[in-house]
């Protein structure tokens, strides 16, 4: 009896044994989990925008001000360096796939795992420190604003209230002369680092005017390999894993604060790209700092400008000549630096940004970057008072 209870034990033990054999490890059961609980949180706020407007309000500040703030303590870009640190490791593991003769298998299933861990957390982060927001209800609606299409004469009046804005700004700054530009331009009147934390300080300026804007900002993140940013045609980019806000402080002088601010507002759960724009412009104009208000007078007008030309190009350039030296010569280097980064590398880039703006609810992907323009015309018509 006792030799058959053994046996029948042992023989239990075998089968569960084997029964567990065939469950995967936990560790290739986690990232499924946080893939697919990721897409049901994305989608749940595509389907119900008020779940997003209530997490936008609740939730995520509660995230800006603790894994936002604890990064912010950095005197870095902790998003730069965990992209760069990717990278590397991606080549390592490429170097020693390469080289290795034997246990190829193995290395792979390994390199596997750790792809599909790293892609499952950080669409898990992306969901819940960016996705959700962008199903929230629009800035328009909660400023007050009413956008409606507009006339060609309506734009030229926006265009020369910003040219005469500009004007008067731009005689009090900081300017470099260039022989290579040819001119006069604007130039930061202290470092990249000291601009973000007075970004910071106008956006919670203009936090007491909007109740949606209002709460912790962290500095913005000079990116030290702004260059390469430039080259895939990104000014500034807000990394959600982090929550940071980082910049591109190789570009022209002038358009630096008002990215700063731009890329700020995504910290108030704002994501659309021509709200976050119009957002920056407002806190620019508020801010009643010359640097920051002509920054913002700058990224209005050079979005009305476009607008115009499209509308009505004989009219605009009519406006052009009202614009002084400075403003000129600003746009003027900010067309010839741009002109620098054209080609296969920057055109990639644009096409996966329109794909994931289209993703994100901007149906008109890189379009969505000039609807900026309808909330610039239905503010001021609000302030001038016009129907």
Partial sequence: MRKERAYKIHRDCEIWTSRRSRIPPLRWLIPPFLLILSFAVLAAANRRPDFAEWYARTVYPVLVGTVGR?????????????????????????????????????????????????????????????????????????????????????????????????????????????????????????????????????MRTLGRIYPELDGYYPRTKPVLLSRGMSMLDITGVYFPPTIEANINVDVPAYNIAATACHELSHLRGFMREDEANFIAYLACRESGDPEFHYSGAMLALAHVRNALRRADRALSDGLDERMNERVHADFAQNSEYWSRFEGPVSTVSQAVNDTYLKVNAQSDGLESYGRMVDLLLADYRLRYGFA
């Fill in 70 to 202: 604890v990064f912010g303590l950095v005197l870095f870009s902790a998003g730069e360096c965990i992209i760069a640190a990717l990278a590397v490791t991606a080549a390592v593991f490429l170097v020693k796939l390469a080289r290795r003769r034997e246990g190829r298998g193995d290395l792979l299933r390994r390199g596997a795992l750790g792809l599909l861990w790293i892609v499952s957390v950080i669409l898990l982060l992306y969901a819940f420190h960016c996705g959700i927001n962008y199903h929230r209800r629009p800035f328009s609606s909660l400023a007050g604003l009413a956008v409606r299409p507009s006339s060609a004469e309506e734009l030229a009046a926006l265009e020369e209230d910003l040219i005469l804005t500009a004007n008067g700004l731009s005689e009090g700054l900081s300017a470099e002369f260039s022989l290579e530009r040819g001119g006069v331009t604007t130039a930061l009147s202290v470092s990249p680092w000291e601009l973000s934390k007075r970004a910071a300080d106008v």
